[in-house]
């Protein structure tokens, strides 16, 4: 009777436990990256950038990776949309961007009706400098329909 290969059997079972344990913090990783991440569609559906929450303040990015607002407490219920050029842009309450007009700019995948499929991302740019801030404006009455000007210029006015 010949004993069992311990030593094969232990690095064997160590390797299965090295690569579950590798899957296991990979998937976590990618799960807590997709987490922080929310898709803003435009009115008719199509995905025109996302907000970063893995930040101190969450970030506005455009699909191309530019950054060109980020989210600051307002002095009402809700969040200030504000670009990194100082100029307020908008709301962010109940999952929709807010324009001054109080209409619907973009939304979160819930609030918009038949969001279309995201193409993949591009990289990150560098997040520029935040500019002074100004001050929040009175906010208005909130429409229940979507702004006549796209999302995207709305955000770009947020940038330098």
């Known amino acids: 009777m010949t004993e069992p290969n311990r030593g094969e059997g232990w690095c064997g079972m160590k390797t299965k436990w090295l690569v579950v344990l590798i899957a296991l913090v990979l998937s976590t990783h990618f799960s807590f990256a997709q987490d922080e991440e929310v898709t803003l569609f435009s009115g008719n559906g199509n995905p025109v950038a996302y907000i970063d929450y893995g930040n101190d303040e969450p970030v506005i990015y455009m699909w191309s990776g530019k950054p060109v607002a980020y989210l600051s407490r307002s002095s009402s219920n809700g969040m200030s949309v504000y670009g990194f050029n100082g100029k307020h842009l908008g709301w962010f309450v109940g999952g929709v961007v807010r324009d001054h007009d109080g209409n ?35 906010r208005p009455i909130f429409s229940m329909q979507w702004s006549s000007s796209p999302c995207s210029a709305l955000l770009f006015e947020g940038a330098d």
Do not use: Q, W
């Open 104 to 138: 619907g700019a973009c939304g979160v995948k819930g609030v918009v009706s038949l969001p279309k499929l995201e193409p993949l991302k591009s990289l990150k740019e560098l997040k520029p400098l935040k500019s002074l801030k100004e001050l929040e404006p009175l």
